[in-house]
């Protein structure tokens, strides 16, 4: 009898993206599988080379591939996945950081316990947050080279933004500045660059078994993607990102572990027409029906701030705020009262004061819109003439 699987067993979700061997997608948690490719273009805006584009099955590799990882350091979901950024730092001693490089930097700069990553823009929040959990701090060295690298353009506001981002939650859990994740500005000659990120390869100092066993564990994990159809929304939605980075926390303040968390406000504008609800793809937005009213509820351990709802909302009536700790739980955002409507006479709930349902609201603005006019003629027209003086 075979053993039952385990969590370490379990088939890896990430396939590769065709044409992009260092990149791997989890289509599961992917925003533009579930709500179409308006739902999400972070990874192609990103992208440095423009090598990216979203389609109904996800990203798509249309030219050349850096292998920077800046999409998937980017990810709001965690769904893409680049390869050369979970290696296992060799941990200090004492109260020492972990240091991290940059490929392009020379082994004999980095130093022997460096964690050396493709590119500093390509880590994720909850990436450096696992690093720092791991040690006192992250130290991100800045060699001075990313305006002149091909990786590089808004490389390292990328990565400022994703070290404020980090830094954020680990002082949400009572971690000291001073043990969180900093920049150290180290510059070398841009002379000392190579013009392409090194490869894999390249990066691998195993012994010549090892080196063999993880390369097929690799072309295992990272064989090629059958395509893609458009996943359904039934379920919960992987949220792997977000499922590390509170991982880490938890390891570093325990089960209760604050995180910094998206919120949204909805204004008086809202006509509870649930538009926001049925686009949001991860279900942190939906409609709560009771016998007497009904409303929006929002949960923020789910929502990824993608804005779909944002952009969506006919009345314009909804705002992403910033990270806050707050809302942590699923939690009332509006509530409406049900009565009748005065044309159908079917029970509905909407804006105080609305006397109308949905669906005869708009057709009774149809009708002005198209009829209006019309009818506006025809009464001039059916006016008396005025009396012969």
Not at 116 to 125: E, T, Y
Request: hydrophobic share 40%; charged share 20%.
């Amino acid at each position: 009898m075979n053993a039952p699987e385990t969590a370490a067993q379990a088939p890896d979700p990430y396939r590769a993206l065709p044409g992009a061997r260092p990149l791997a997608l989890w289509a599961a948690a992917c925003l533009a599988v579930h709500a179409g490719e308006t739902a999400c273009r972070r990874c192609p805006e990103i992208c440095p080379a423009g090598a990216l584009r979203v389609a109904d099955a996800g990203p798509e590799v249309t030219g050349d591939c850096l292998a920077c990882g800046r999409c998937a350091g980017a990810c709001p979901t965690g769904a893409l996945r680049a390869n050369g950024f979970d290696g296992r730092p060799k941990l200090p001693d004492g109260n020492s950081p972990v240091r991290i490089e940059c490929w392009k930097v020379p082994r004999s700069r980095s130093g022997p316990d460096a964690l050396r990553v493709p590119c500093l823009a390509g880590l994720s929040v909850a990436r450096l947050v696992e690093l720092a959990a791991l040690a006192r701090g992250v130290e991100m060295i800045d060699r001075g080279w990313c305006a002149g690298c091909r990786a590089g353009a808004g490389a390292r506001a990328q990565w400022e933004e994703t070290t404020h981002q980090a830094n954020e939650a680990l002082w949400a859990c009572g971690v000291s500045p001073a043990t969180g994740v900093r920049v150290v500005k180290t510059p070398l000659p841009e002379a000392m660059r190579p013009e392409a990120i090194p490869s894999a390869a390249a990066e691998i100092t195993l012994g010549r078994r090892a080196f063999f066993s993880r390369l097929r564990g690799e072309l295992a994990r990272h064989g090629e993607a059958p395509p893609v159809a458009r996943a359904s929304r039934a379920g919960p939605f992987p949220l792997p990102g977000r499922k590390r980075l509170l991982k880490a926390l938890q390891t570093l303040a325990g089960p209760s572990a604050a995180v910094p968390l998206p919120a949204i406000t909805v204004s008086a504008q809202c006509a509870n027409h649930g538009v926001c609800a049925a686009a949001c793809p991860t279900r942190a937005l939906r409609t709560q029906e009771t016998e007497n009213a009904s409303g929006l509820m929002f949960d923020a351990m789910t929502c990824v701030a993608c804005g779909l709802c944002v952009r969506r909302c006919p009345q314009g009536a909804i705002a992403l705020r910033p990270a806050t700790l707050a809302g942590a739980f699923p939690a009332a955002l509006t509530r409406f009262e049900k009565r009748l409507c005065a044309a159908c006479r079917e029970p509905f709930a909407g804006p105080a004061g609305e006397a109308y349902c949905v669906q005869c609201a708009t057709g009774q603005r149809l009708a002005r819109d198209l009829f209006g006019p019309l009818l506006a003629k025809q009464e001039a027209l059916d006016e008396p003439f005025p009396p012969i003086r």
